[in-house]
């Protein structure tokens, strides 16, 4: 399953004609892997080891370069810090006020939301966003011992 992805995301990746650099690639690799909605610096200090010559900043470059190429979103929760999603279909997110982890859900019915919207406002909606938060089951297990 998370073969297919990359390779498919590889794939993208070529067709827009951006250059597979191996950071690019390794960035891409943990994206479509870890399903965590890493932070920039997440991912940095994941592939540190592997090139000790990479600083946050090309981290944010090889994102930026994926963002446009629309092969991951940037989630912003209005802390400094961006979370990166290379699920890009559309899903809605629950996040755990505990610790933080960011977990993908669907929920169709959910997109009578927009033409409602469109209705009652007159705006031409984009996209809309939702998040439930509370606490993850591991959150919880580890609180009860
Ligand atoms: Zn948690
Ligand atoms: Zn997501």
Redesign the pocket.
Known sequence: MSDHRLQDAIDTLKESGVRITPQRHAVLEYLVESMSHPTADDIYKALEHKFPNMSVATVYNNLRVLREIGLVRELTYGDSSSRFDCNTSDHYHAI?E????IVDFHYPRLDEVESLAEQVTGFHVSHHRMEVYG??S??RSKAAH
């Open positions: 755990c505990s610790c933080g982890k606490t993850c591991e959150c």
